[in-house]
């Protein structure tokens, strides 16, 4: 299964949740690569904690270079074997893998694509997608030029057997609603940038989920009963609305995630032990795991 993780914004939790949703499946021992097609800033190294990765790999050995033909091999990094995080070496599973594929520490933003880049973007991903469970790539968000190379490369007829998903996340705020609305429906988004290359904008609209990032969690207990909780409740209720009349609500909701207080520090993988040791709310863990569940499960993918 390959999985693009998109945004219309920045900083919409897609490759915090994207990363941990990749960890969470390789604890149920699924195999999973992560790319890190976030061309214009390849941090996921920092995500996986993993020394000397955190912008990208040097040496012209990561995913810029590979898709411009200057290398044969894009660099995979297994994360156990590599991250700080001892806690995350020292995981026991079977069958389980989490495998990064850095972009290059000097990589930037491609200006444009040509055939040559979509070529070795579509055999990359055939490659993955035959050896993984499950190919998670993390995408530069908005109309970028990743979310065009992977429209075409998987418009092209090698991929077009393979399942295919994608997962738009957006904050749940109006503004960020709206956005991911636009980045699907809207001229230039999603559905027309893919009907422009090949795809049937119908089909592609059956593989399009949504994830709500970092939502507050409303109840007596921390809001109180007073005109602020009532504003509070209201314009849940308001947003609510907007998601549905936006088409990012209802059974094209894959899911959310609750505000949790070490990812607004930190971009990190939440671990079990961070539970036990009390630092992270098992309440986002439980989110992780239920995002996980669905992402795999076929149900989830019923045309809406
Ligand atoms: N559930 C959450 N609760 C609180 N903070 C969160 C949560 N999820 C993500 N964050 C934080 O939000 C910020 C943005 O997240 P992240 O970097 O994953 O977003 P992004 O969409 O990948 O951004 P970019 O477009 O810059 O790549 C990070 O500091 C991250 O730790
Ligand atoms: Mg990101």
């Given at each position: 299964m390959i999985v693009f993780a998109t945004s219309d914004k920045g900083g919409t939790g897609r490759s915090v949740t994207s990363c941990n949703l990749g960890y969470r499946m390789c604890v149920k021992g699924k195999r999973v690569a992560y790319l890190?097609?976030?061309?214009?800033?390849?941090?996921a190294g920092a995500l996986f904690e993993i020394s000397g990765a955190e912008r990208g790999v040097p040496d012209n050995a990561g995913l810029h270079s590979y898709l411009q033909g200057k290398t044969g091999v894009a660099t995979r990094i297994d994360v156990r074997d590599s991250t700080d995080r001892h806690q995350l070496r020292k995981l026991r599973t079977r069958t389980g893998k989490l495998v990064l594929l850095p972009g290059d520490s000097g990589g930037a933003e491609f200006k444009q694509i040509d055939n040559g880049i979509v070529a070795k973007c579509a055999q990359l991903l055939l490659e993955v997608d035959q050896s993984f469970d499950v190919c998670l790539v993390d995408l530069s968000a908005g109309r970028s030029v990743a979310m065009e190379l992977a429209l075409k490369a998987t418009a092209l007829p090698q991929l077009a057997e393979r399942m295919v998903r994608w997962l738009v996340f957006h904050r749940w705020t109006r503004q960020h609603i709206i956005a991911a609305h636009g980045l699907v429906?809207?001229?230039?988004g999603l559905l027309d940038g893919g009907k422009r290359v090949g795809h049937d904008p119908d089909a592609l609209l059956d593989r399009v989920r949504y994830i709500r990032t970092a939502v507050p969690v409303l109840n007596d207990e921390t809001e109180g009963s007073g005109p602020q909780a009532a504003w509070l409740h209201e314009q849940h209720t308001e947003l609510k609305r907007l998601a549905l009349t936006n088409k990012v609500g209802a059974s094209a909701l894959l899911g959310e995630t609750p505000v949790e207080p070490i990812l607004q520090w930190r971009e990190q993988l939440i671990l079990d032990i961070d539970v036990d040791r009390k630092i992270a709310n098992r309440a986002t863990v439980e989110a992780f795991e239920k995002l996980a569940d669905r992402v795999l499960d076929p149900a989830s993918w019923k045309p809406v």
């Open positions: 890190d097609f976030d061309f214009g800033s390849p941090t429906r809207g001229e230039h």
